[in-house]
T-cell receptor
Framework: AQSVSQHNHHVILSEAASLELGCNYS??????LFWYVQYPGQHLQLLLK??????LVKGIKGFEAEFIKSKFSFNLRKPSVQWSDTAEYFC??????????????FGTGTRLQVTL | EAGVTQSPTHLIKTRGQQATLRCSPI?????VYWYQQALGLGLQFLLW???????NRGNFPPRFSGRQFPNYSSELNVNALELEDSALYLC?????????FGDGTRLSIL
């Protein structure tokens, strides 16, 4: 069975600080990896995804993540956060599946609070 | 492009009642997924429908059920509601990857 761990439950940063949110997964096979963001009062939105190829993936709003297979990690980074990045961030995995997307297994989420 | 739409936005029920939640996927998406986001429990997978068939279900009791219609929209039914069913129920849709989420239905059990 797949599982996802997000080590930071609540992170508080000042604007312009750098961000790194940890995500580790447990699964013996090939996985697809995702980061979703949930802004206050809004639906879950896809930040970025990794299927294969270059382990450094770039997403929307200046976010990036690096897949390190040997560490089963997919950490999210942003060099300089903005107040508008205040949100909850979820790491998720699923298994590659022919023709469609299999169920997502989510981490428990990290609440990011950016102060002015 | 219209996103995933869910109805109703809020639903208030009492213990023992039945609830029906609805989801319309993005046009062209054939898979629909249901997730429960309960306080303190994170996002838990409930059900996955693809081309009208149930493909997988999460670790939830049988009183959680659903179906997918020929137009790919979906219903989630929860029978014999219990207090712990209070949660935000999220629907997602996809055609291959990735999954796109709706705003959710907040179900409150009194």
């Amino acid at each position: 069975a797949q599982s996802v761990s997000q080590h930071n439950h609540h992170v508080i940063l000042s604007e312009a600080a750098s961000l790194e949110l940890g995500c580790n997964y447990s699964y013996g096979g090939t996985v697809n990896l995702f980061w979703y963001v949930q802004y206050p009062g809004q639906h879950l939105q896809l930040l970025l995804k990794y299927f294969s190829g270059d382990p450094l993936v770039k997403g929307i709003k200046g976010f990036e993540a690096e897949f390190i297979k040997s560490k089963f990690s997919f950490n999210l980074r942003k060099p300089s956060v903005q107040w508008s990045d205040t949100a909850e961030y979820f790491c998720a995995v699923n298994s590659p599946h022919t023709g469609t997307a299999s169920k997502l297994t989510f981490g428990t989420g990290t609440r990011l609070q950016v102060t002015l | 492009e219209a996103g995933v739409t869910q109805s109703p936005t809020h639903l208030i029920k009492t213990r023992g009642q039945q609830a029906t939640l609805r989801c319309s996927p993005i046009s062209g998406h054939t898979s629909v997924y249901w997730y429960q986001q309960a306080l303190g429990l994170g996002l838990q997978f409930l059900l996955w429908y693809d081309e009208g068939e149930e493909r997988n279900r999460g670790n939830f009791p049988p009183r959680f059920s659903g179906r997918q219609f020929p137009n790919y929209s979906s219903e989630l039914n929860v029978n014999a509601l219990e207090l712990e069913d209070s949660a935000l129920y999220l629907c997602a849709s996809s055609f291959n990857q990735p999954q796109h989420f709706g705003d959710g239905t907040r179900l409150s059990i009194l």
